[in-house]
């Protein structure tokens, strides 16, 4: 299967890249509208366009939202921390990411809240990302990317700080990598360019290096934090105070969402199928996270300790602020 998903999937990376390209600071081509009798609620949610986000799509297929008064439209980003600033300027109103940029946010009172959870990391098997190299790198453990120019798809956030931890772990020094930006659809071309020596990456773009000969050098999520929280639900503390009505309406409809997704894989693997444009067969091949609405908070608070322990942070969050689940 991981030979059939890097030969179908190269083909699908080209437009995914082209997807993520969308500025998640443009101007939406409608406001928000207020719900009125049977009259949907427009919102705008930024995602990153990847195999997780297939819960999302299954669930707008599904009309979960609409049932809830809501017509969604999913506007595409790298990662949480890029999608702030769309939420500040109220360009979106929600957005789906790591944990790691609300957690800055909140450090510089930016009023960013995290409201549910989305998704978490397998505490155990294959797990949902991999630190992935060529076959002929050499790198073949963990310490081994010592020295070594590593892709993030953004710096200063889960993925380099748990890369870190996990050298460290093994014997490396974790201090000598330096961890360069790529988005995931563009890590394959650049490890073959020789650009980087390793990339981080999800499916199906890990399938895409895998099955062209690659090597799985470390899961650093379950290395380090087994069952990471690795995608949250974000918004701000503007829209808690001035619009509870639509974030109950939003967390009601998510909590559904996630909990349909758990329930019902043939529906999300063929929304990923949909969504990254790539045939059924490949998203079979795809590993799911655990998605679930409910926050691990421990694992978050974790993950904070972790950043204070590498200087990623000076300080940790206040997580009763940060961390309001609804």
């Known amino acids: 299967m991981k030979k059939s998903l890097a030969a179908i999937a190269i083909a699908a990376t080209a437009a995914i890249a082209l997807s993520g390209c969308t500025d998640s600071g443009a101007s939406p081509s409608t406001a928000p509208s207020e719900s009125g009798d049977g009259e949907l609620r427009q919102i705008r949610v930024a995602a990153l366009p990847i195999a ?12 979960i939202f609409e049932e809830h008064g809501l017509d969604v439209e999913v506007v595409p980003a790298q990662g949480g921390a ?9 360009d979106i109103q929600f957005a789906i990411g790591q944990p790691f940029g609300p957690i800055r ?27 992935v190299a060529l076959g002929d790198s050499g790198i073949a453990s963990p310490k081994d990317l010592s020295g070594k120019k590593v892709s993030v798809n953004s710096l200063g956030a889960a993925g380099d700080l748990t890369i870190r931890a996990a050298v460290d772990a093994d014997g490396g020094d974790s201090s000598t990598i330096e961890f360069v930006e790529v988005a995931f659809p563009e890590a394959k071309a650049q490890l ?3 650009t980087i020596d ?14 062209a000969g690659g090597v799985s050098v470390v899961s650093p999520y379950q290395a380090v934090i087994p069952g990471l929280t690795v995608l949250t639900n974000i918004t701000t503390q503007k829209m808690l105070d001035e619009d509870p009505e639509l974030v109950a309406s939003y967390s009601e409809a ?31 091949g795809i590993v799911l996270p655990t998605f679930t609405w409910e926050l691990d908070t421990e694992s978050i608070e974790t993950l904070g300790d972790l950043a204070v322990e590498y200087e990623y ?9 940060l961390l309001q689940q609804q």
């Open 192 to 194: 073959d360019a020789g």
């Open 254 to 284: 998510m909590a559904e969402a996630l909990a349909y997704a758990a329930d019902n894989e043939a529906a999300v693997r063929e929304a990923i199928a949909t969504g990254l444009d790539i045939p059924a067969e490949a998203a079979a």
């Open 313 to 321: 942070i000076d300080a940790l969050p206040d997580f009763e602020r």
């Open 82 to 90: 890029q999608a702030i600033p769309a939420l500040l300027s109220e």
């Open 52 to 63: 997780e986000t297939g819960a999302l799509w299954a669930a707008i297929d599904a009309g």
């Open 198 to 211: 390793a990339a981080w990456v999800p499916d199906p773009f890990r399938g895409i290096v895998l099955g």
């Open 105 to 131: 946010a909140d450090l510089q009172d930016l009023g960013i809240a995290i409201i549910g959870d989305y998704a978490n990391s397998l505490a155990d098997g294959e797990d949902v990302n991999a630190v």
